[in-house]
């Protein structure tokens, strides 16, 4: 009986353990496929893809996984502009995905709250997001620094 409830408690420790080993702060970078985003495309339209995409490869991004169970994401530059963005929740873990709910945009509350969920690899180090689908997949790598 001794002897079960040692184990038990061991076991317990461990996964108590591996919850809290993403907690921290990640630089992310972001990918996109870029072979299936230009295609059918006229000449006028790659051109301009490709300026976006190379403005994303000089995007920044910061994300910090609190032990209160909320998080921060701040990107700066991008196609979209070239100024610090941010967005906010709560997350929750279950097993290898770590789920975020975003609920705010620069300190402002969204009215409905978005999801993403990440992969947990390299025993927390590595955070995957693989929002894209189809033509131009994406993905975003956050590597613990």
Same mark, same amino acid.
């Given at each position: 009986?001794l002897?079960?409830?040692?184990?038990?408690? +061991?076991?317990?420790?461990?996964? !108590?353990?591996?919850?809290?080993?993403? /907690?921290?702060?990640?630089k992310?970078?972001m990918?996109?496929?870029?072979?299936?985003?230009?295609?059918?495309?006229?000449?006028?339209? #790659?051109?301009?893809?490709?300026?976006a995409?190379?403005?994303?490869?000089?995007?920044?991004?910061?994300l910090? /996984?609190s032990k209160? #169970?909320?998080? @921060? =994401?701040?990107s %700066?530059?991008?196609?979209?502009t070239?100024? +610090?963005? !941010?967005?906010?929740g709560?997350?929750?873990?279950?097993? @290898? !995905? =770590?789920?975020?709910?975003?609920k705010?945009?620069n300190? #402002?509350?969204i &009215?409905?709250?978005?999801?993403q969920?990440l &992969? /947990?690899?390299d $025993? *927390?180090?590595?955070?995957?997001?693989?929002p $894209?689908? *189809?033509?131009?997949k !994406?993905k %975003?790598?956050?590597?613990?620094?």
């Amino acid at each position: 009986m001794l002897r079960s409830l040692g184990l038990l408690v +061991s076991i317990l420790a461990a996964g !108590s353990g591996f919850a809290q080993s993403f /907690i921290g702060t990640y630089k992310g970078k972001m990918t996109v496929d870029r072979a299936t985003v230009s295609a059918n495309l006229t000449p006028e339209q #790659k051109q301009m893809v490709e300026k976006a995409l190379k403005d994303l490869d000089k995007m920044k991004l910061t994300l910090t /996984i609190s032990k209160d #169970k909320t998080f @921060k =994401l701040v990107s %700066v530059g991008g196609p979209q502009t070239a100024k +610090s963005n !941010s967005s906010s929740g709560t997350w929750a873990q279950t097993g @290898k !995905s =770590l789920k975020l709910t975003f609920k705010t945009v620069n300190d #402002k509350p969204i &009215s409905k709250a978005q999801e993403q969920t990440l &992969s /947990i690899a390299d $025993g *927390g180090k590595t955070l995957t997001l693989s929002p $894209g689908q *189809g033509a131009g997949k !994406s993905k %975003v790598v956050f590597t613990r620094s």
